[in-house]
Every structure is written in C-alpha cells, then in structure tokens.
C-alpha cells in the first residue's frame, strides 16, 4: 500500500533520515520505536508529504506523491548526457569490456558523485517528465486517503466538535451536512463522547481531544492511518482511552503506522516493529522476535531503558 | 486682586458664551447643518469602506507573503506584495491623495471625484497596514493547524480561509479595531482633494463669520465621541467572540 523508497530528508545542514525504505501493505500495524530526535516523526511525515522528502519516492497505491528520483530508474539515467559522456570514455578506455559491467560501473559513479545535477539533455528530461506524469497523483486527493493523528491533538479550537469531524467530509467530499453528523455521531457514541458533539474543544481533556482527533480523521473513510505519538502529550491516566480506541481500529482491521513509545501496544497490535537510529531502520521485525531477540547493539540498548 | 481674578473669568467666560451664540446661530441654519451631516457621513463612508477594501485586499497581501516557498511563482506574490507594502507605508496618505487625484487621474484621463478618491486610496493605503497586521495574526496561530487542515486533504488556501484565518482574525481583534479607529482620525485630510468631511464642514462654518474657535472645538468633541462608540461597540464584538471561546 505505502512504499518508502530510500529516502533521505535534510534540514539545511541536518540530515535527518539517511536512505530509509519500508513498504507498508494492507491491513498491517506497523509501530515505529526509537530514541526522540533519530527521525521518526520526519518519516511519518513524508509517508503523506508534510515534509518533503530531499532524495528518494514514495508511492500510494501505484502512485507517485514525491518527484521521480532518477537514481531508483536506472533506465531515466541512461537517457543522460553524463551517461553518454561517460559511456564513451568509458568504451575508449577499455574497448573489449562487456556492457553490463560498463553500465553498473557507470551508474555507480553517476550516483556516488550525483553527477545529475549538472545540466542534462532533452531526452533525460522527457524521460522524467512522462515517467513523472504517468504515475504522479495530486496530493490534496491522496492525504483524503491517509488520516493523520498528531502528537498535539491540533483540534481546530474555533470549531465544535461536531463541526471539527464534519468539516473535511462535507467540504471535500461533498456528503450533505446531515449524512455527515449522523456519521460523525455513530463515531462519537463509538468512543462514548456523543455527549460532547456541540461543545469547543477547549472544554474537553487531552485525551478526549485526542480521541476526537482520531475519529475526525476516520470520518474521511481512510485507507491508512498515520499516528505520531498520540499519547506523548497526555497525562498518565488519559493513556489507556486513546490507546484502546486506536486497538479497536486494528482490531477492524485498519492498516497503520504508529509511533509510540507504548511497547505494550507495539507487542499486542504490531505486526512488525521497526527500530530507527540516527535517520535509519535498524531493525525490523515481528513484534515477538523484536523483544525478545533484538540484533541490533543500539536496539538492545534503547530497549533495555524502556523496559 | 481675587476681585481683578474673577473679573478676568468672568469675561473670557462672557465672551465663551457670545461666541458659542454666534456659533449656534449658524449652525442651525440648514446650508451649515447640512454640511456636517454630509462631513459626517462622508467622514464615515471612507473610515468603513476604506477599511473594507483594506481588510479584504491585505488579507490576499499577507497570504502572498506566506505562501510555502516552494514554488518560483510564490516568490514573485511575495515581492509583489513587499513593494506595495513599501509604497503605500513609505509615503503619507496625504501625498497618496494628492498624486492620485492631481497625477494619475489627468494621467489616464479618468474624472472621479475628490470623495471616491479618497475611498480608494483610504483602501489602499489600509491594506498595506492591514497586511502586516494579518501577517502577524496568521503566524501567531500554531503550525499544526495547518498540518491538521492539510493532512485531512484541503489545499492550502481553502486549509487557509477555513482553519487559520478565522483563527488569526480573533487574536488580531484589538489590532483592527486600532485601525478603524485610525482611519477615522486620518479622514481629517481628504480636504486636500476637495471632499467634504468634518474638517471641511467646520471650517465652512468657521470663515462665515470669522470665528473659529467654537467650530473646531465642536469638531474635536465630534471625533471623540465617534471614538468612544467604535471603542465600545469593538470591545463588545471581542467579548462575544471570546466567550464562545469557554461555552
Ligand atoms: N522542520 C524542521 N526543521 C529543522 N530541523 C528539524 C525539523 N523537523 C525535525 N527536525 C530535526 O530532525 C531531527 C529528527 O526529528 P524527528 O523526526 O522529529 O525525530 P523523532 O520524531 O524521532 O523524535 C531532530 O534533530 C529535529 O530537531
Ligand atoms: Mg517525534
């Protein structure tokens, strides 16, 4: 459903995530750990383009969000004068070498200097823009696809609750009004807050909040849910609700992503936990061989504090 | 002395008194009535439409100063909106006036009255204040509030118009009240192209008979009471806004 493709995103100076990869199918739980600061909120976030990725794709469902990488198509290089340029060296210098051997090495070279950010020919940039445009989609449309839960609730405070789970499905859906708040009621008796459905945000506790944040999201029909660590801002006895309602969401069958530092939750709803350091996957693996035989040294380490 | 002391008050206080005779006298004659109606009306009309067409065309200012930087047209809005804020804050609103009505006008040929110019350029010259203020209220409401707009799936602008300028108009209430308060004020100049305002009206009455002291004194008391009532009516909009804030 969602796939990474060798990512990286830099900050000015600060790279942050350094070539991660990871495909995401239907109706799996992955739960993202790692120590605050190795990027994983950064990662979540250019799963539905809230930071743009520097290098690298990601694709939804067969189509593009990010702009064609040329280094995942090997073919678009080719189409390259530096390709051309360095093929022909490449052939007068070792005249009887075989050709894959010249193109691997090429490639290699293209890549390990990102020789293409010199001027390239015309035929290379058609070769991107009709790759491009046969895969890419609009954005505004995919993000309809993928709700997103935030660490800081961002309910919108002007708007009642009623109004905060309507707004995105009768404004960019088009469902007239009074279909949309019977849905938005059925989710709310759902997570037991019917009560609340006329209220401002500003009356209600954290994790009340939060979890109206996670139905005003499920009420745009998602195929995926995104969720970066949904109970950090919580105080301790508000933890349990949100964590419940996002297990009865996998339980429904719902693909997500979450990070957390909840591994209980990790243990009981994941299908495959991954472990990012320093802006990279570490480890990934199911969530009873992660805890119970991690590989990785940094792994054994975070986990030993968090246990 | 006391006695040279009450004198004295006594007929300045006496001469008070036949001057503000002399000013009731001809205030109640229905051509200088008339006029300060018409001072006051106009007065008002380029305050609030001013205002309007400031509000509505800073607010499009300030979004092409904000928009993500991205892409090359978003920089172009950008510098767009940098230079007209530099013109219309660089220069006094009396200069503004005067060259639109003495130089662009002849210019392309357009007849408009001294009141409409005033109108336009009183709209003008608010938008660029008004950018500014926006600005400042847009960046004052949280991040995530955009994020929260787009990851449901709206654009920018519609996430904009929807979530954070609702948002940033209610914490920038004082500020824009400020501003209609200053547009009041500053209408006192539009006398320079020839409308009719307060100003005006006063003075007409004031050269009738070569007094002027009451006549101006009266236009002071009018301001201020036009004033207090904005003052009060904006501080009773903000208290209801906010209260919605805790229903
Ligand atoms: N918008 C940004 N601008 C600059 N630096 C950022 C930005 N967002 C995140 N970072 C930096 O990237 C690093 C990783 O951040 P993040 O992905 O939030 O980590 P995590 O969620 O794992 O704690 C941090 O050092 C953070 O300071
Ligand atoms: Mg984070």
Known sequence: MIDVKNIYKKFGHLEVLKGVSCKIEKGEKIVIIGPSGSGKSTLLRCMNLLEKPTYGEVWLEGSLLTPIDPYLHFDVIRKSKTYGMLLEKYKSENPDADEEKADAEIIAEIKKNDLLKKREGKAYRQAIEALYKENHVNINAVRQKMGMVFQQFNLFPHLTVMQNITLAPTKLKKIPAEQAQEKALALLRKIGLEDKANVYPSTLSGGQKQRIAIVRALAMEPDVMLFDEPTSALDPEMVGEVLKVMIDLAKEGMTMVVVTHEMGFAKEVATKVLFMDDGVIKEANEPKEFFANPQDPRLKDFLSKVL | ?247
């Not at chain 2, 002291?213 to 036009?226: E, F, G, Q, S, T």
Request: contains cysteine.
């Open chain 2, 1 to 247: 002395m006391g006695i040279i002391l009450f004198i004295g008050v006594f007929m300045s206080l006496e001469s008070l008194r036949i001057r503000w005779e002399r000013f009731w006298d001809t205030i109640v004659q229905p051509t200088f009535y008339n006029r300060v109606l018409l001072g006051l009306r106009n007065t008002l009309i380029i305050a609030f439409v001013g205002f309007l067409i400031g509000f509505l065309l800073g607010a499009i200012l300030s979004i092409f100063k904000l928009l993500p930087q991205d892409k090359k047209s978003s920089k172009v809005f950008g510098t767009i909106s940098n230079i007209y804020v530099a013109i219309f804050r660089g220069t006094p609103i009396v200069v503004q006036l005067l060259v639109a009505y003495y130089f662009l006008l002849p210019l392309f040929g357009i007849t408009a009255s001294g009141m409409s110019v005033s109108v336009v350029i009183f709209g003008l010259n608010s938008a660029a204040y008004m950018c500014e203020i926006l600005r400042g209220g847009i960046l004052s409401v949280d991040n995530g509030q955009m994020e929260a707009g787009r990851s449901l799936g709206f654009n920018y602008l519609q996430t904009m118009f929807r979530i954070v300028l609702p948002q940033a108009i209610k914490n920038i209430l004082p500020t824009l009240g400020n501003e209609l308060i200053t547009l009041v004020k500053e209408t006192s100049v539009v006398s320079f192209v020839g409308a009719v305002d307060l100003f005006t009206a006063f003075q007409f009455i004031g050269s009738s008979n070569y007094e002027y002291m009451i006549p101006y004194l009266m236009m002071a008391v009018i301001y201020i009471v036009m004033v207090v009532i904005l003052t009060v009516v904006i501080r009773l909009i903000e208290r209801r806004l906010r209260a919605s804030d805790r229903r």
